[in-house]
């Protein structure tokens, strides 16, 4: 009877392992079953989203307006622009009445643009408004408006998290309406020089040649950026990709679909980031905020009596972290609002009202000097703009802002950023007194030149070409 029962022990515990193996495996072919199941779901939202969006991403061909060889030396490539081209891109649609919006360089200097539409149907479009600040256009569908157009829905890009699924639309290469996907790689992407107001997403979504203008969009379908730009060293894609973020495209769109322009707000100021050395020499604890390094003459910040050497710390409320975050937060200002500015002065903190005004425009102040002078040189003010955007901290002087590689000035190696401290010996304050100076010793056959490159001071000569 012992050994029985003894066998029948072991027989039961067999059968107990054996149930047990089959219990789990069944559990494991449950889960796999469970996460194909989920994959599945997963790929069919994915596909449903997507199918919704491509429509409102329309391809752009704009003919560009004849070109000049200045226009060829302004770009940052290594070719010459042709007489005439036509500018191929994406843009995407925002409201039924047939706006669009697109990056400005897709649209800039054309005399005609047409959009394609998912479905084939072709339109040709007006230039609403531009805003090369932020490389952000607006179009508009000219004519009667289809009612059938779709229209895409805009995401909140504050709460974008690095990780998420992003999805790339557009027409890279004139593919038409392509999908590539990826993830947010990073936000708050800025300091490349693309355009004077930048807070990109990064994204490793295929984006190439074509796309500029076109969507990004979230695992819900909404618009979370436009596509702008790529980092490359062949012109392709390398995984690495930019987009404007929807909330900065928002205001900007706005603005221009009512007033045609963006207006921006102005403090006034030089600024530069706080260092360690600059926090101990002012006996500053903080770890954020920016120093102003001197106050514009008639300005918000003069009218309030901010003064060289005080520590702007917060603007409303928000903390001020580096030079880029003060001018994105102060251009998002109205002007004739008044700001509250809290600042650090001679050991502590106070609050300073600025009457905030509007940045005067660039491009108005570039057109009084737009052609090329007897040397061959295009020179501007230093402004606000223009000493963020050269990072410099001068107050007085002109910046070279174009060369003319044929004129005596390129021969001398003048550069684009130089600024022109004195000629002949003679203090440059400004435009004007340029011009004034540079008429005055027209008939010189050299003109002796004290130039500031990269903070060193140098003499330049330059010797005017007998075409002069």
Not at 189 to 201: C, H, M, S, T
Not at 245 to 253: E, I
Not at 282 to 296: L, T
Request: proline share 4%; charged share 20%; with cysteine.
């Amino acid at each position: 009877m012992k050994m029985k029962f003894h066998v029948i022990t072991v027989c039961v515990i067999i059968l107990c392992a054996i149930v047990t193996v089959d219990a789990k495996n069944a559990t494991k072919k449950t889960k796999q079953i469970t996460s194909i199941a989920d994959l599945n779901i997963f790929n069919e939202q994915l596909v449903k989203i997507t199918n919704k969006a491509i429509p409102t991403v329309v391809s752009i061909s704009a003919e560009k307006k004849m070109g000049s060889p200045r226009d060829a030396r302004k770009m940052p490539m290594p070719f010459p622009m042709p007489r005439e081209a036509k500018a191929v891109g994406s843009g995407v649609i925002i409201d039924k009445r047939g706006y669009i919006v697109t990056n400005n360089h897709v649209v800039k200097n054309t005399k005609s643009i047409t959009v394609t539409l998912f479905d084939k149907r072709t339109f040709p479009c007006q230039l609403i408004g531009s805003d090369p600040a932020t490389d952000i256009a607006v179009i508009k569908i000219q004519g009667t408006v289809p009612g059938d157009i779709p229209v895409a829905e805009m995401a909140d890009s504050d709460t974008l998290k690095v990780g998420e699924i992003a999805i790339a639309i557009g027409n890279p290469f004139g593919f038409g309406h392509t999908v590539t996907m990826g993830i947010i790689s990073a936000t708050g992407r800025e300091g490349f020089g693309l355009a004077d107001y930048e807070y990109f997403i990064q994204t490793d979504a295929a984006i190439n040649p074509g796309n500029s203008g076109g969507a990004l969009i979230n695992v819900t379908g909404k618009l979370i950026g436009i596509n702008t730009a790529i980092f490359s060293r062949n012109g392709g894609y390398m995984g690495i990709g930019f987009a404007i973020p929807s909330n900065m495209v928002k205001q900007v769109v706005d603005e221009l679909i009512q007033k045609g322009k963006v207006t921006r707000g102005w403090l006034g100021v030089y600024i530069q980031n706080i260092t360690p050395e600059i926090a101990k020499n002012f006996k500053y604890e903080g770890k954020q905020g920016v120093v102003v390094a001197d106050v514009m003459n008639n300005s918000p910040a003069k009218n309030a009596n901010l003064e060289i050497g005080d520590i702007i710390v917060s603007v409303n409320g928000t903390t001020v972290s580096d030079i880029n975050q003060l001018r994105r937060n102060v251009a998002a200002l109205k002007p004739g609002s008044t700001a509250k500015v809290k600042i650090f002065r001679a050991g502590k903190e106070m609050d300073v009202d600025v009457i905030i005004a509007e940045l005067p425009q660039q491009q108005a102040m570039e057109e009084k000097a737009v052609e090329l002078d007897i040397i061959g040189l295009r020179v501007g003010d230093i402004t606000e703009e223009n000493a963020y955007k050269f990072r410099i901290t001068d107050t007085t002087g002109v910046i070279v802002m174009e060369v003319n590689e044929d004129g005596p000035a390129y021969e001398a190696g003048m550069m684009v950023g130089d600024i022109i401290k004195e000629i002949e010996n003679t203090p440059v304050e400004n435009v004007s007194r340029y011009n004034e100076l540079l008429a005055h010793y027209q008939n010189k056959e050299t003109l002796l030149l004290l130039v500031k490159r990269g903070g060193i001071h140098k003499f330049v000569v330059i010797k005017k070409s007998e075409k002069q």
